[in-house]
């Protein structure tokens, strides 16, 4: 990690020039462009928005409409599923870049970061325009953002050389990965509260690190409630995010000499 990072960190401007270039050829030939980015989140918050809160009547703890608080779980979400979807096959999809001996390719896994951080910045843009449309303000508490940010960065891209290293070799590692998203989604508190569980039960909906994610979101953006607050949380979060990322890049450092012959 100690080597490994901060190489990845010195390529911040090929980062970046190569994110501009996937979204370009991500909206090439399409007639909405980026605005497809906003509309597919979009439709899935409407989806779920309906199926739970008029259908099954869900509802959050509190007086805080169930429309903030699904999009406050499904902004961190989104972006993490499809870092990892992404991330799966950035490798493989990529055999012109991985067969140049000079070309970094750690630094796809990023890149694949970077592009689903323009949804979620423009999910955040509807989401704090829809707080104030119910009458609410953001507090001092929103400027956590950038912190659970990070941590999801910071588990999302660990996982992500993890999964791409490993779909390099076993190349039916995307379609395990799509099936464990779904899954994942569902153990997750994104359209349902924590609450329903009962509350001896409701320790292990905590073990799953996107639990903090998306709870810090809501802290953040609507609850106005400090990260600190649970420091037992956060601590058992980040073991958890940097034992993954230290194994994503020994994974990834360890299949690296094997790419070019198996993309």
């Known amino acids: 990690m100690l080597s490994f990072l901060p190489n990845v960190c010195r390529k911040w401007s090929l980062i970046l020039r190569m994110t501009r270039l ?19 989140p979009v439709l899935i918050v409407l989806t779920y928005y309906f199926v739970f809160s008029f259908a099954l009547r869900l509802g959050f703890q509190g007086d805080r409409p169930y429309l903030l608080m699904l999009i406050a779980g499904l902004v961190p979400w989104l972006t993490f599923s499809d870092t990892l979807s992404g991330s799966a096959i950035s490798v493989t999809g990529n055999p012109h870049l991985v067969k140049k001996i ?12 970077m592009t689903a951080l323009v949804a979620h910045v423009c999910m955040l843009v509807v989401l704090v325009g829809l707080i104030y449309l119910y009458g609410y303000e953001l507090g001092i508490y929103a400027l956590q953002i950038p912190y659970y940010l990070l941590a999801l960065g910071v588990f999302s891209v660990g996982l992500g050389w993890l999964v791409s290293a490993y779909n390099v070799a076993y190349r039916d590692t995307s379609e395990a990965l799509a099936v ?16 329903v569980l009962p509350s001896h039960y409701q320790w292990v909906a905590k073990l799953n690190p996107l639990y903090y994610v998306v709870e810090g979101y809501r802290k953040s953006l609507i609850l106005n409630e400090p990260f600190w607050g649970d420091s037992s949380a956060a601590l058992f979060f980040w073991v958890q995010a940097f034992c993954i990322l230290a194994l994503g890049i020994y994974s990834f450092r360890s299949l690296k000499s094997e790419f070019a012959e198996l993309s």
Not at 22 to 40: D, F, K, Y
Not at 102 to 111: D, G, K, Y
Request: charged share 5%; net charge negative; hydrophobic share 65%.
């Open 180 to 195: 464990l998203l779904n899954l994942w989604f569902w153990v997750t508190p994104v359209v349902w509260p924590v609450s």
């Open 22 to 40: 996937e979204l370009v050829s991500h909206t090439a030939g399409n007639v909405a462009g980026m605005a497809w980015m906003v509309v597919r």
């Open 102 to 113: 000079v070309f970094p390719i750690e630094v796809l896994v990023p890149i694949t970061f």
